[in-house]
């Protein structure tokens, strides 16, 4: 819908993730795809072709776009050291921001996007969309009402094999550290520990890190794709949390399994919780068996990170994915990797 009334956004980075975006935002009811900017020529037009009637203007920079008195709002899915930066140009040009995960290369980025933010009061998201995710949605509300008893310990894990990595389908940018800020840890893993605390329900202050990765294959294989690969192969953390929780996490870029390997489990004192790609099983603890109960989508989620972003800024709905959530699983990320480094 493209009319006088609507919000309008623009999209900056326009390949893979900022294509989805655009692409869901141009079903929202009240929402217009105003402008697109990418600092490449093709993905401009590319991205411009998909909004119906020519209504969308294209710009070759950020700073173009940020500058156009008629963006509202702007979704930036660009290489994650570029996120704390523009996030804060687009805020002080008096933009609501939705920024992809993870919201800044380390800690201290994304607390000069909190202060920003509190300084000109405007929305900041991040695109954490686990919390977007309908069965997700689900067996939160049914962990909040004690339906698995009191939540003691969390696993989860992402485990890719080579996706994308190689051949240009991702932006050789993740694969250095000063761009990325980390390896598969840093890219997925932090999805995973964003969707099981959100699970788990708290983000209780953290007591205990222990952290390791490996390294080799990426290197290795690297050399013979003519690329440069200078993050781990494989990350794993063990959490301690005050209170007693316990979280395990692993992310790998190199798994040698078919597909990949993505699922959480909460583990509560009645019972427990497992989410997979696409569904979700309660498990249900009686005085002699096990029950397995398979979880229905919650029917009211936001389907999207741009919806959600779309309903707060129409005032529909609380901001779910905030910045102090994008932050604090910055802060556990970097935890793993400095006790890695010990
Ligand atoms: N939420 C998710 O599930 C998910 C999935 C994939 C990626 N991501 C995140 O989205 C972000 C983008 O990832 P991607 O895979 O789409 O990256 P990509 O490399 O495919 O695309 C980035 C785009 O940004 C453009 N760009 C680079 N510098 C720019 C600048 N200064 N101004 C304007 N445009 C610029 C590039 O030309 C490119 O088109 C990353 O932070 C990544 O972690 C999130």
Redesign the pocket.
């Known amino acids: 819908m493209q009319d006088e009334k609507s919000l309008r956004l623009g999209f900056?980075?326009?390949?893979?993730?900022?294509l989805n975006h655009l692409r869901k935002a141009l079903d929202l009811p009240g929402v217009a795809v105003a402008a697109v900017?990418?600092?490449?020529p093709q993905?401009v037009a590319a991205a411009l072709e998909l909004v119906p009637g020519g209504k969308a203007r294209g710009y070759d920079?950020?700073a173009a776009l940020f500058a156009a008195p008629d963006v509202d709002a702007v979704v930036l899915?660009?290489?994650?050291h570029?996120?704390a930066p523009?996030s804060i140009e687009a805020m002080q040009k008096g933009k609501d921001v939705l920024v992809?995960?993870?919201m800044a290369v380390n800690s201290a980025e994304a607390r000069d996007m909190i202060r920003v933010r509190d300084e000109t009061g405007q929305q900041l998201m991040v695109?954490m969309?686990q919390r977007f995710n309908a069965y997700n949605v689900a067996a939160r509300k049914m962990i909040a009402a004690g339906v698995i008893g009191e939540v003691q310990q969390c696993r989860t894990r992402w485990l890719r094999d080579r996706t994308g990595l190689w051949g240009g389908a991702?932006?050789a940018?993740?694969l250095t550290p000063e761009k990325s800020g980390g390896g598969p840890l840093m890219?997925l893993g932090i999805?995973k520990l964003d969707q099981a605390l959100y699970l788990a329900g708290v983000w209780p202050t953290v007591e205990q890190i222990a952290g390791f990765v490996t390294t080799g294959i990426g290197r290795q294989e690297a050399a013979a794709h003519g690329a440069v690969y200078e993050i781990e192969d494989y990350a794993c953390g063990l959490v301690r949390f005050e209170g007693g929780l316990v979280l395990t996490v692993e992310a790998s870029y190199f798994c040698n399994l078919p597909g990949e390997v993505q699922d959480t489990t909460i583990l509560g004192t009645e019972g427990a919780m497992l989410l997979a790609k696409g569904k979700g099983t309660l498990l249900k603890r009686t005085a002699d068996a096990l029950e397995s109960v398979p979880l229905e989508p919650d029917p009211e989620t936001a389907t999207s990170?741009v919806e959600h972003f779309c309903r707060v800024l129409q005032g529909r709905e609380p901001l779910i994915p905030t910045p102090e959530v994008g932050l604090q699983g910055l802060e556990i990320v970097e935890g793993i990797y400095a006790a890695a480094k010990k």
Do not use: Q
């Open positions: 900056v980075g326009v390949r893979n993730i900022g900017a990418d600092t490449d993905r920079s950020a899915a660009l290489p994650n570029l996120h523009l992809e995960k993870p695109g969309n991702r932006g940018w993740c890219d999805h990170c």
